[in-house]
């Protein structure tokens, strides 16, 4: 078991971003998460935190609600700042905004989901029945989920809090990444699935159980 990642060091983390105004390695500036932590830090942390520890998509996306009504109060309405073409749903962000969409895209083959639509009921009825799966593929697809509506939320913060803008292709680059990283932290047994699995994602170093 992972050790649990306190409050403290979610916060210095996200404070700790070289100088002040250079963006740190996710395009994040040090002022936007000062800016976003008054508002919504407790927020970032539990959702950080059960993210990281168990990957669980469902606490993320209730706190990112709350994280909405928070800011815009549960009956402000605001134009989606993806796509600026629909209202800002839940449903919208998660993922049938254009912008979305097209993250989704760029990330659901790498995890055997080419055939789930971008509609979140969809995405959660294909995900229940293999929730408890230890394998591979499994508790990579759940990953990226998580990773994704989390990306797509933190660029939506960016464009409110710092009006910065980046195409769908580095958010699905950052998805990625951020479910390699997270995968190196787990142990899989050495079969088969998971050599080709890791080859494909071309990640290494990677500890295994030993066979029993
Ligand atoms: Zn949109």
Same mark, same amino acid.
């Given at each position: 078991?992972?050790?649990?990642?306190?409050?403290?060091?979610?916060?210095?983390?996200?404070?700790?971003?070289? /100088?002040?105004?250079?963006?740190?390695?996710? /395009?994040?500036?040090?002022?936007?998460?000062? +800016?976003?932590?008054?508002?919504?830090? +407790?927020?970032v942390c539990l959702?950080?935190?059960?993210?990281?520890?168990?990957?669980?998509?469902?606490?993320?996306?209730?706190?990112?609600?709350?994280?909405?009504?928070?800011?815009?109060?549960?009956?402000?309405?605001?134009?989606?700042? #993806?796509?600026?073409?629909?209202?800002?749903?839940?449903?919208?962000?998660?993922?049938?905004?254009?912008?979305?969409?097209?993250?989704?895209? #760029?990330?659901?083959?790498?995890?055997?989901?080419?055939?789930?639509?971008?509609?979140w009921d969809d995405?959660?009825?294909?995900?229940?029945?293999?929730?408890?799966?230890?394998?591979?593929?499994?508790?990579?697809?759940?990953?990226?989920?998580?990773?994704?509506?989390?990306?797509?939320?933190?660029?939506?913060?960016?464009?409110?809090?710092?009006?910065?803008?980046?195409?769908?292709?580095?958010?699905?680059?950052?998805?990625?990444?951020?479910?390699?990283?997270?995968?190196?932290?787990? +142990?899989? +047994?050495?079969?088969?699935?998971?050599?080709?699995?890791?080859?494909?994602?071309?990640?290494?170093?990677?500890?295994?159980?030993?066979?029993?």
């Amino acid at each position: 078991m992972v050790r649990r990642v306190t409050e403290d060091e979610i916060k210095d983390a996200m404070f700790s971003i070289a /100088g002040n105004k250079a963006p740190g390695p996710d /395009g994040y500036t040090s002022v936007f998460f000062k +800016k976003a932590w008054d508002v919504v830090g +407790k927020d970032v942390c539990l959702a950080i935190q059960e993210f990281f520890q168990n990957g669980n998509v469902t606490f993320v996306l209730d706190r990112i609600l709350q994280w909405n009504r928070k800011v815009h109060g549960s009956m402000n309405q605001m134009c989606c700042l #993806l796509c600026y073409a629909n209202l800002e749903t839940h449903e919208h962000l998660f993922f049938q905004c254009s912008y979305s969409d097209k993250v989704w895209n #760029l990330v659901r083959s790498k995890v055997g989901m080419n055939m789930v639509d971008e509609r979140w009921d969809d995405i959660v009825e294909w995900l229940i029945p293999r929730a408890k799966s230890r394998a591979i593929r499994m508790v990579a697809s759940r990953l990226v989920v998580a990773a994704s509506a989390y990306g797509i939320w933190r660029e939506r913060n960016a464009r409110f809090f710092s009006n910065r803008v980046r195409p769908p292709e580095q958010i699905s680059e950052i998805i990625l990444d951020t479910v390699r990283t997270k995968l190196i932290s787990f +142990k899989f +047994k050495a079969n088969n699935d998971v050599r080709s699995f890791l080859e494909e994602w071309k990640i290494d170093g990677v500890e295994f159980f030993n066979e029993d």
